[in-house]
């Protein structure tokens, strides 16, 4: 079976894109509705953009490899293994918890409290979107507890496109626009391991 | 004028004074800067895993410490450089999240380092200084011409090795 479905990420046909969209696509409507409940707000969400970008590109898309994200990262087992990553900009990150937590934050730095806020969001958001994929694929799937990073761009990112670069020199990237009054958006990573590609393309009739 | 030639993820490039070489966000990654002080020329290379022996998508060298290093000591030498001459400064290999060295029995960053040394040690290149491991990302500047290792890092002050 690994053989008959032995596709580099390159080579993922437009269906596989389009179903991986899809499944971005309701995993971000799930997200949006669980923010609007933890946050208490009206969160709107654009429909997600999904890439396949070079390493060296991805650095950029964030604003700059230097730019300052929030990354929350946690492994996957289950039917499948591998990694997600839910990436934003370090302000709206920050947005994010002082709504959740109502209050304004002080001085640059996260705190605990903070930091540990941001990840729930994280585990919510990222939840949304494994649910969704479970769902579709029929898999099981169990998130890990997540683990949270603020620091550059360049050098969060590289986690994910290491493990792609195992498999590929090209990873792939789910834009997630959210909005209220103020830009909340991220990005999905998804890193399947080459085995569990196999399986979702198998689960989902490839 | 000075140019700062940029190196990205995977990447290398070599450059002579007064231009200056620079590679932004390592992660667990590790950039390994290179220089001949008689040649007047220096390299870098920002390398991601550390054997290419162990995966299938190896068709890029400056992926992959074993691969990249030689790859770069070759430009260097096409520039004049001689390799026993040559002497190199690391930086990077960080744990960016905390689980990540839990999965494995050492994490990438530490395997990086390590692979990176391996290498540089087979080549027979000595290495000046380095700032590797812990667990933020720096954003490191060769200057060919002085040998300085420049690594800026949030929230720190910044260090030159």
């Known amino acids: 079976m690994a053989e008959k479905h032995d596709l580099t990420i390159e080579e993922m046909s437009d269906k596989y894109f389009d179903v991986l969209k899809e499944i971005g696509n309701i995993g971000a409507g799930n997200a949006t509705t669980a923010l609007s409940t933890m946050l208490g707000t009206r969160v709107d969400m654009m429909v997600p953009k999904v890439r396949l970008m070079e390493f060296k590109e991805v650095g950029t898309t964030l604003g700059g490899e230097e730019q300052l994200v929030a990354g929350i990262y946690l492994v996957v087992n289950g039917d499948i293994h591998g990694s997600i990553m839910f990436i934003q900009k370090k302000e709206s990150a920050r947005a994010m918890v002082q709504k959740l937590m109502g209050m304004p934050s002080e001085g640059d730095d996260f705190t605990e409290m903070e930091l540990s806020a941001l990840k729930e969001i994280g585990n919510v958001i990222t939840g949304a979107y494994l649910n969704s994929l479970a769902t579709l694929t029929n898999l099981t799937i169990y998130p890990s507890v997540p683990d949270v990073c603020i620091d550059m761009a360049g050098a969060i990112l590289s986690v994910p496109a290491i493990e792609f670069g195992a498999i590929s020199d090209k990873m792939l990237l789910i834009q997630t626009d959210f909005a209220d009054d103020v830009d909340l958006s991220g990005y999905f990573i998804l890193v399947p391991d080459e085995e569990s590609d196999a399986k979702i393309l198998h689960a989902l009739g490839f | ?161």
Request: charged share 25%.
């Open chain 2, 1 to 161: 004028m000075p140019e700062t030639i940029k190196v990205g993820i995977a990447d290398l490039n070599v450059c002579r004074p007064p231009d200056m070489i620079t590679t932004i966000g390592l992660g667990s990654c590790v950039g390994i800067a290179i220089r001949d002080k008689i040649a007047k020329v220096g390299g870098l290379v920002h390398v991601m895993l550390p054997n290419s022996q162990e995966v299938k998508s190896n068709g890029n060298p400056a992926k992959f410490a074993d691969t990249g290093i030689p790859e770069l000591v070759k430009r260097l030498e096409k520039m004049g450089a001689v390799k026993s001459r040559m002497v190199a400064k690391i930086a990077g290999g960080a744990t960016m999240f905390s689980f990540q060295s839990k999965s494995e029995l050492m994490g990438i960053g530490d395997r990086n380092v390590a692979a990176t040394k391996q290498a540089l040690k087979q080549l027979g290149i000595p290495i000046l200084a380095e700032d590797t491991g812990a667990n933020y990302g720096r954003t490191v500047t060769f200057d060919p011409e002085t040998g300085d290792y420049e690594i800026k890092a949030v929230g720190k002050p910044l260090k030159v090795i």
